[in-house]
């Protein structure tokens, strides 16, 4: 087995869930009773720059939010699948899209619905408050719970493993 470091060097593209990853688990609900999702800002400006450097990212929900799309889309995301039942399938439609194994695929998802795809990719992750059954196959714990900058931090230690992380090129690019 390798370390988590090690394999960080093969990522070529992240992948997301968004309710207790990108945003809080625990949220207030508006009038219609649906949760308001969060968005850590930090969050935000590791997948500008994960995009800038050159990295696809695919946000895969079963949740349906438009200003959570519009959210992602302001930031530059292309793949972006919600209402997802199966998210192998759009995992799929994804790699197929950007011409990527899955083994050089980081995922973070927090809870059971995304078992089967982070079993299908090669660098399952998580934030640090994710359930037990997920903390148990993936390869990276954040120490940030979800929503609170745990996808700042693997893409973050992705591109500093590859180099790509805070370069003289980003901060001459309109990225800052």
């Known amino acids: 087995m390798s370390f988590f470091k090690e394999e960080l060097i093969r990522v070529k593209a992240f992948v997301f869930d968004v ?3 990108l ?10 009773g649906d949760p308001i ?3 850590n800002v930090k969050d935000g400006f ?8 050159g990295y696809p990212i695919a946000i895969i929900t079963g949740g349906y939010i438009e200003r959570v799309r519009l959210r992602y889309e302001k930031l530059g995301v292309e793949h972006f699948y919600d209402k997802a039942r199966d998210k192998v399938a759009c995992l799929n439609d994804f790699l197929e899209k950007v011409n990527i194994s899955p083994e050089d695929v980081l995922f973070m998802g927090d809870d059971l619905v995304d078992y089967r795809v982070m079993q299908a990719v090669g660098l399952p992750t998580c934030p640090k408050d994710a359930v037990s059954d997920i903390k148990n196959i993936s390869k990276y714990i954040s120490d940030k719970n979800g929503g609170e900058g745990c996808v700042r931090d693997v893409i973050e230690q992705a591109l500093k493993a590859q ?3 805070f370069t003289p090129e980003m901060l001459n690019s ?3």
């Open 19 to 21: 309710d207790g990853v």
């Open 23 to 32: 945003s809080q688990d625990v949220s207030p609900l508006n009038e219609e």
């Open 37 to 39: 999702r969060t968005a």
């Open 46 to 53: 590791a997948i500008r720059s994960a995009i800038k450097a």
């Open 163 to 165: 180099h790509k992380w």
């Open 174 to 176: 309109r990225a800052f």
